[in-house]
Each structure stands twice: as structure tokens, then as C-alpha cells.
């Protein structure tokens, strides 16, 4: 199974970005699949997940009511629309599923077993 992120670019503080992330092949369905960040410096953290079976989701605080994460089954996609871009919000953004099923959502990185390479956001103030 392989992850790839696209979307990634520069943006105005304001502005918006969608990014994509495309499996190899189908565990959308089984799978949660999350989007984590990470900046210079700082460890990476949770943004925003989807599961799988459900479509059941959960987002960070600081993206809550800004981004929001979306699956389409038949293109193997998982999607972050983000809004209202935040300088604060420039890092790699990576994507990656957790293929243990879970009586919630694992918001800790260690919980998920495949990654992709990532992809830069940068947001100018």
C-alpha cells in the first residue's frame, strides 16, 4: 500500500488549499486515514482524521471549524480542504492510515502504520 500527498503549494494568509492523498489501492473502506503536519523544529501533530467504515471524523483544534477531510471510495482519495489559511499553519503535511480497527479515532502518530512522503504548505502573512 502506498500513500502519495499532492496539493501542496504557497497561499495567502486567508486563502485556501485542497490536498490529496492517493492509496495504491482500497482500504478506504477499513482503513482511518489522518492527516498529520509538521514544521521546523517542532514534532509532528494531528490535524484531521476520517475512518473508514463510518466516515466518522475529528480534527484538531487548531484546524476545527477551518479544514475539513473528505473520502471518495471510488478514486481511492482522502482530501484536507483547508480554509482561512494561517501563517502558523505553513508545515509538510503528511497523510497516513491506521489499519487497526479502533473503537475511536487515534489522534497519536505512533498509531499509524503507513505514511506518505508528504507535501509543503506555506501560508504568507
Known amino acids: 500500500v502506498q500513500y502519495a500527498e499532492s496539493g501542496g503549494g504557497l497561499a495567502q494568509a486567508g486563502g485556501s488549499l485542497r490536498l490529496s492523498c492517493s492509496v495504491s489501492?482500497?482500504?478506504?473502506?477499513?482503513?482511518?486515514v489522518a492527516w498529520f503536519r509538521q514544521a521546523p523544529g517542532q514534532e509532528r501533530e494531528f490535524v484531521a482524521a476520517i475512518r473508514g467504515n463510518t466516515g466518522d471524523t475529528d480534527y484538531s483544534d487548531s484546524v476545527q471549524g477551518r479544514f475539513t477531510i473528505s473520502k471518495d471510495n471510488a478514486r481511492n482519495t482522502v482530501y484536507l480542504q483547508m480554509d482561512s489559511l494561517k501563517p502558523e499553519d505553513t508545515a509538510a503535511y503528511y497523510c497516513?492510515?491506521?489499519?487497526?480497527?479502533?473503537?475511536?479515532?487515534?489522534?497519536?502518530?505512533?498509531?499509524?502504520?503507513?505514511w506518505g512522503q508528504g507535501t509543503q504548505v506555506t501560508v504568507s502573512s
Open positions: 489501492d482500497n482500504p478506504l473502506r477499513r482503513y482511518t
Open positions: 497516513a492510515a491506521d489499519s487497526t480497527i479502533r473503537p475511536s479515532i487515534m489522534r497519536d502518530r505512533r498509531g499509524y502504520d503507513y
